[in-house]
């Protein structure tokens, strides 16, 4: 069974930083593309990054800007999260997927269980 295992999240003050790792469990990844979600208190999961399986082409949400920075060490992948603000409060998801085909939860297959991440005023 295929395993993506989320760790590094955290209570953190507003202004804070935190680290999110995943490390998937099997060898095939290091081949897929790997990113993360979130899912705010009361809303929707949205996409927030993702990385091909070289590190040479990346993908970001929207609402991200240089807050975060998404990185990947073969079948691992970080989430740095910078200058956190209360509205980044969510659980945040691992993801993966043989090829990237877009921002949906949809486009990808493999799902970690999550990691909450809480942004204290």
């Known amino acids: 069974q295929v395993q993506l295992v989320e760790s590094g999240g955290g209570l953190v003050q507003a202004g804070g930083s935190l680290k999110l790792s995943c490390e998937a469990s099997e060898f095939k990844f290091w081949g897929y593309i790997m990113g993360w979600f979130r899912q705010p208190p009361g809303k929707e999961r949205e996409f927030v990054a993702a990385?091909?399986?070289?590190?040479?082409s990346t993908y970001y949400g929207d609402f991200v800007g240089s807050q975060f920075i998404i990185s990947r060490d073969k079948a691992k992948v970080f989430l740095q999260m910078n200058k956190l603000k209360p509205e980044d409060t969510a659980v945040y998801y691992c993801v993966g997927n043989m090829n990237y085909s877009g921002t949906s939860p949809e486009s990808f297959e493999f799902w970690g269980q999550g990691t909450q991440v809480t942004v204290s005023t």
């Open positions: 990385i091909d399986w070289s590190g040479g």
